[in-house]
């Protein structure tokens, strides 16, 4: 897929990662990926990355502080 876009000079311009709030660490093949992506796009990479955390409306309301702790965590790595 990402081969054909590029032949057809459509150019890979960001990445949303996705992560479940209710984990409670990211996982080391996720950090390495978006390292990696960092390394090959140079330091305007990080611009292009959205992390994005999901499955609130799963989480009860009273351990909101864990997950808002949780969301401090996956952004202080990145």
């Known amino acids: 897929y990402c081969d054909n876009r590029y032949r057809g000079n459509v150019k890979l311009t960001g990445i949303i990662y996705t992560h479940r709030i209710s984990d409670n660490h990211m996982p080391s093949w996720a950090c390495k990926n978006l390292n990696l992506f960092c390394q090959l796009c140079r330091?305007?990479?990080?611009?292009?990355?959205?992390?994005?955390?999901?499955?609130?409306?799963?989480?009860?309301?009273?351990?909101?502080?864990?997950?808002?702790?949780?969301?401090?965590?996956?952004?202080?790595?990145?």
């Open 43 to 78: 330091d305007g990479a990080a611009q292009c990355v959205r992390l994005v955390t999901t499955v609130w409306d799963n989480q009860k309301p009273e351990n909101r502080a864990i997950w808002l702790k949780r969301v401090s965590q996956v952004e202080g790595n990145f």
